[in-house]
């Protein structure tokens, strides 16, 4: 009989901290600086959703860090009926801290989560987007 050995955890590297970074603050640059776009606005809302359900996921205690991200989004759900109400994809000067926040967040958070945890919550998720 062999003992069942518990599943490989792959960390988080310092690379894949950089992509999710670049999928954050360059999204928030470009809304700063009136280039915001709906593309970049999928980066950025798809980097901090995928973050803050593999928090839950995971079941990280990190304190207010899905609060953060939760507001973040809340936010961005703002920006996003916006944008598809009227083709103007901004954030505004009011919503700018609440996703900084969030941004900040998901970086402070990223590195306890693993690669595999991160990959299967980008794949539900983008799956619900898709079958919705």
């Known amino acids: 009989m062999t003992k069942k050995r518990p599943p490989l955890r792959v960390p988080v590297t310092q690379g894949l901290k950089d992509l999710y970074a670049m999928d954050m603050h360059l999204p928030y640059q ?7 776009s709906v593309t970049a606005f999928g980066r950025l809302a798809a980097a901090i959703s995928v973050v803050r359900t593999a928090l839950v996921t995971k079941k990280t205690q990190i304190p207010n ?3 953060l991200l939760d507001a973040a989004i809340s936010t ?8 598809d109400a009227t ?17 900040e967040a998901a970086e ?4 306890v989560l693993d690669v595999a945890l991160l990959e299967s919550t980008a794949a539900m998720l983008f799956g619900q987007m898709v079958d919705e």
């Open 76 to 83: 961005l759900s703002v920006v996003r009926a916006r944008g």
């Open 30 to 36: 470009a809304a700063c600086d009136g280039r915001f």
């Open 87 to 103: 083709d103007v994809w901004e954030i505004t000067e009011g919503e700018r801290l609440s996703v900084l926040d969030g941004i």
């Open 65 to 67: 860090a899905v609060e």
């Open 108 to 111: 402070e958070c990223i590195g």
